[in-house]
């Protein structure tokens, strides 16, 4: 459950996820043109689209959440410009695997 008011970015560009915490709030504030510490989501995709980090200020530090699907690739929604905003449950479905276009979920490993 996520904060009213909070909002989620999904970066259009690829993310290299040696990336560090600094180097996130770097490409948020001077590429994305947002404010790194306004506590909303970031979220950050590979080019092979099977790795995301998602990042935030939490009131007193920045926070990194990684996922890495081990099989298939996150089925990202078509976007332009360089952020696209979207839902927390369309987030939640994103994270599942499941495309929001097609509605189809990754099998299980």
Same mark, same amino acid.
């Given at each position: !459950?996520? %904060? %009213?008011?909070? @909002?989620? *970015?999904?970066?259009?560009?690829?993310?290299? !996820?040696? @990336?560090s915490l600094?180097? !996130?709030?770097?490409?948020?504030?001077q590429?994305?043109?947002?404010?790194?510490?306004?506590?909303? +989501?970031?979220?950050?995709c &590979? @080019?092979?689209? $099977?790795?995301?980090?998602?990042? *935030?200020? $939490?009131?007193n530090?920045?926070c990194?959440?990684? @996922?890495?699907?081990?099989?298939?690739?996150?089925?990202? %929604?078509? !976007?332009?410009?360089?952020?696209c &905003?979207?839902? %927390?449950?369309? +987030?939640g479905?994103?994270?599942?695997?499941?495309?929001?276009? $097609?509605?189809q979920?990754?099998?299980?490993?």
């Amino acid at each position: !459950m996520l %904060p %009213p008011g909070i @909002k989620i *970015y999904i970066a259009t560009q690829a993310l290299d !996820m040696r @990336k560090s915490l600094d180097g !996130m709030s770097t490409i948020v504030s001077q590429t994305l043109k947002k404010d790194a510490f306004s506590g909303h +989501l970031f979220v950050f995709c &590979n @080019k092979r689209g $099977d790795k995301i980090k998602i990042f *935030y200020w $939490d009131r007193n530090g920045y926070c990194c959440w990684y @996922k890495r699907l081990e099989r298939g690739v996150f089925r990202l %929604p078509r !976007m332009t410009g360089l952020t696209c &905003n979207v839902s %927390p449950s369309e +987030l939640g479905l994103i994270l599942e695997g499941i495309d929001l276009l $097609d509605r189809q979920r990754l099998r299980a490993l």
